[in-house]
């Protein structure tokens, strides 16, 4: 069956919470690693500190034995108990002894000795246990040689640790109370910077959070950091593109609720009124008119679902790279024209090299036929087609004999005119506005020329490098 | 087997087994003086003391009266002894006591030093100053003066010894009148005597000085300051020097007359230790507490165990007050090469054919 449905979960943790959590474990690591550092340099500044003080009094020691009449003397100084007494807490041990060990004088007769080593001479520091609790001796040798007495008297200094472990303990909390305020200022400063650095993200968020659904305008990116562009630059540009696409559907349902409402409604009247019409002649006559209407509103239809799918394909399809002379010479190939108007003269007017593009091949050959049959329906034979490069652009044209279309029709061609040119039921505006359209899918436009003795009307696209061009 | 050689069976067996009753049966320790029991409760603190009962009895009867469940068992004893049953009880060879009280502020030191004593920590003992405290292990519970008296009728009043310079001059001027008329501890017997004697040859150059006039004019060393006391009053001895100021003050005659020295006076202060291996560790503990007490510490300041520190009431700057500081270098004094030492001056000072 169904898994059990899955705990209600919280809310993901913040960026701001990540990041934090990020410092407090670093900023912990950083805490232990000094905290260990430092209670390491404690104890050794420590140990150093007090063996000072250890080898201090041992070598007072040494320095008060004098022999006399053969017998080591030890004028055991005060001096050195009050050095060892720097540590006031810790017991105390020491043994002056002569050769072969025997205790001179000493508080312990228990022999407490350096481990065996290469007598180096030099003072020896060891550990040992005193009376059960750890602690830490040095051992000096002074060595005689008089006319009575040969050998060395060994020295054994030692101290528990007390005084040692507090100076350590001390040096570390010296060391890490400050450390530790730093810590606290370091957390607070990096809480402020995420803050502040996480604010524009904030805002977006909040900003995206109280926005319509529906509203599909760029949101603004002034003064946001390039990282958050980047990324609303591509939200902006899908959203424009959704937008885009919206509003082509919208044209069409438009397009088509008002151009195909009266042409149909006009077929259902002449139907009407053919039902009506007793006399053959007449009915036969309207019969011809109905077809005749009928034709026409299939070619409406075609514009408009041509018209629909060059704006889908030119947000959509892939630019690939185009030969405008191969589109033109399609165009008179396939025909149409034939059908259209069977007696025109139609001409390729087209040179021997490549007029590359990038563009969709099939949104560019909608455009050249429309141009076409604009021509053929209101231009005057003979009429020509072709395509060349005019410096940065890449035109293909459409050229006839005559004088052009009206100057009301021109002026609108560059203004967003299809609707208002459709309204007519066979218009050319709706070709037009197919041309237009491919023309601002592409980076190009349409131009208007009044060559002599004629007209010609030109889709213009920015030209591919010649590279583009098929082997 | 006749029934006369019966007997004498019997009775060589009844002799072994006297033999080695006298030899198995715990016997009561040679060394101490004086037992007194205080008290009637079921707990029996054992507290070891060099301190005369008769002077401090009032604080340990008061302290009994206040622990209805303890007694206390008061041995007096003398310090070199105390000692040495004190190490041999660390050493597990003696019946440890619960509580050590001792003058002899170098043996106790020793005794802590070898780690002989329980630590203990509460706001009484903290609150003692450090010279009278050590690793909490330790504490100073008497401040008493080491004091020169005087036979106020042997001696003029221009003649009384404020310093220890004076008291040279005198022997120097009437040496007469002083032949062996001078008295004071004998080191080799008095543990304190000692600490005295350690503490005046690291205070001062006039402890070779003193020696030696003490030697001139014969002076006596001899035993137990109620002893030197009594003499003084008596009329045995026309002074003692470094006698115990706070016995003096207890037990003098009115014609003894106590001084202060005026160059330097030592202070001892009488130590306390709980041993390691004290049966009733917190009972002692308690004992302590009380004697640190304010009340307690009033009884001993009357019963003149704590030298007033009103320079107004007592003629002696504070600055002159030298308190023998619980702390290692005390070790020094039971160093073997420094006894030997200081023996040895002694020795050339006190012999019978010195001076």
């Excluded at chain 1, 449905?5 to 670093?26: C, D, E, F, N, Y």
């Excluded at chain 2, 006369?4 to 019997?10: A, D, G």
């Excluded at chain 2, 008061?74 to 105390?82: A, D, H, R, T, V």
């Excluded at chain 2, 003629?315 to 040895?344: G, K, M």
Aim: glycine fraction near 8%.
């Amino acid at each position: 069956m169904a898994d059990p449905a899955p705990p209600p979960s919280a809310l993901p943790p913040s960026l701001a919470t990540r990041v934090l959590k990020a410092v407090l474990l670093i900023l912990l690591a950083g805490a232990l690693l000094v905290a260990g550092a430092t209670l390491y340099n404690g104890r050794l500044a420590a140990r150093q500190s007090y063996d000072r003080i250890l080898l201090g009094a041992a070598q007072d020691i040494a320095a008060s034995i004098r022999i006399q009449s053969g017998r080591p003397l030890v004028d055991m100084p005060v001096s050195a108990f009050e050095l060892l007494a720097q540590a006031p807490e810790d017991r105390i041990h020491y043994a002056v002894r002569g050769p072969g060990g025997t205790l001179i004088t000493g508080l312990d007769e228990r022999d407490i000795a350096p481990p065996a080593r290469g007598g180096g001479g030099g003072p020896e520091f060891f550990d040992d246990r005193l009376n059960g609790e750890p602690a830490r001796f040095v051992r000096v040798t002074r060595r005689f040689a008089e006319r009575d007495f040969s050998g060395g008297i060994s020295i054994t200094v030692g101290q528990t640790l007390r005084a040692r472990q507090a100076m350590a303990l001390g040096l570390t909390r010296d060391t890490l109370l400050p450390m530790l305020l730093a810590g606290l200022a370091l957390l607070a400063m990096s809480w402020v910077v995420t803050r502040s650095a996480l604010r524009p993200l904030e805002a977006l968020s909040e900003d995206l959070a109280q926005r319509d659904p529906y509203d599909l305008t760029p949101v603004p990116t002034e003064g946001l950091p390039r990282e958050l562009t980047v990324m609303l630059g591509a939200m902006n540009r899908f959203m424009g593109r959704l937008d885009r696409q919206m509003e082509g559907m919208r044209h069409l349902i438009s397009d088509a609720a008002h151009q195909l409402r009266t042409p149909v409604a006009a077929i259902r009247v002449q139907a009407e009124a053919m039902q009506d019409q007793p006399d053959d002649t007449l009915r036969a006559r309207s019969l011809a008119r109905l077809l005749a209407r009928t034709r026409s509103l299939g070619a409406l239809l075609d514009q408009l679902l041509s018209r629909a799918l060059v704006s889908h394909r030119g947000e959509s399809a892939p630019r690939a790279p185009l030969d405008l002379r191969e589109v033109a010479l399609e165009v008179v190939e396939r025909g149409d024209h034939e059908l259209l108007a069977p007696e025109a003269e139609l001409r390729l007017e087209i040179g021997e090299d490549p007029v590359m593009v990038r563009a969709d091949a099939f949104s560019v050959g909608e455009a050249a036929k429309n141009l076409l049959v604009n021509a053929l329906k209101h231009g005057a034979p003979p009429i020509a087609i072709g395509a060349e490069r005019r410096g940065t652009e890449a035109a293909l044209w459409v050229r006839d004999a005559g004088p052009g279309p009206a100057p009301g029709i021109a002026a609108r061609l560059g203004q967003r005119f299809e609707r208002s040119a459709a309204s007519r039921e066979d218009s050319a505006g709706l070709g037009l506005a197919i041309v237009a359209s491919v023309a601002a899918a592409f980076g190009g436009r349409v131009a208007l020329e009044y060559p002599e003795g004629g007209f010609r009307i030109a889709l213009l696209l920015p030209a591919a490098p010649q590279e583009d061009a098929p082997e | 087997m006749t029934l006369r050689q019966l007997c004498t069976w019997l009775s060589a067996l009844l002799c072994v087994l006297l033999l080695a009753m006298m030899f198995t049966l715990p016997r009561p320790a040679a060394a101490q003086e004086r037992v007194e029991t205080f008290g009637a409760g079921a707990t029996r603190l054992i507290l070891r003391s060099t301190t005369d009962i008769d002077i401090i009895e009032p604080v340990i009867a008061r302290f009994a009266a206040l622990n209805p469940d303890l007694s206390v068992l008061y041995e007096q004893w003398g310090s070199n002894n105390l000692y040495n049953n004190s190490r041999a009880a660390c050493a597990g060879r003696a019946a440890p006591a619960d509580a050590v009280l001792s003058s002899g502020a170098h043996q106790m030191v020793a005794l802590v030093n070898a780690a002989c004593a329980h630590p203990y920590h509460s706001p009484a003992t903290a609150a003692l100053p450090d010279q009278r405290r050590w690793r909490d292990e330790l504490w100073g519970i008497t401040e008493e003066p080491a004091v020169i008296i005087y036979n106020t009728e042997a001696l003029a009043a221009e003649d009384v010894p404020r310093t220890r310079f004076a008291l040279l001059d005198l022997m120097r001027k009437k040496p007469e009148l002083l032949r062996s008329r001078i008295a004071t501890y004998d080191i080799e017997d008095s543990g304190l005597g000692y600490l005295f004697a350690h503490a005046d040859s690291l205070e001062a150059t006039t402890f070779g000085a003193m020696l030696e006039a003490f030697s001139r004019v014969g002076a006596i060393a001899t035993c137990c300051s109620l002893t030197i006391i009594e003499g003084v009053s008596e009329g045995r001895y026309h002074i003692a020097y470094n006698v115990l100021g706070s016995y003096a003050e207890a037990r003098a005659a009115p014609n003894v007359g106590i001084i202060l020295p005026e160059d330097y006076t030592l202070m001892m202060s009488r130590s306390l230790m709980i041993p390691r291996n004290a049966p009733h560790a917190e009972a002692a503990q308690r004992l302590l507490d009380f004697l640190l007490s304010p009340e307690a510490q009033g009884q001993l300041a009357e019963l003149g165990l704590i030298a007033a520190t009103d320079p107004a009431e007592t003629s002696l700057l504070p600055s002159a007050r030298r308190l023998i500081p619980l702390s290692p270098p005390l070790l020094l004094a039971l160093d073997r090469s420094t006894r030997e030492r200081l023996f040895r001056l002694w020795d050339e000072a006190f012999s019978p054919d010195a001076g």
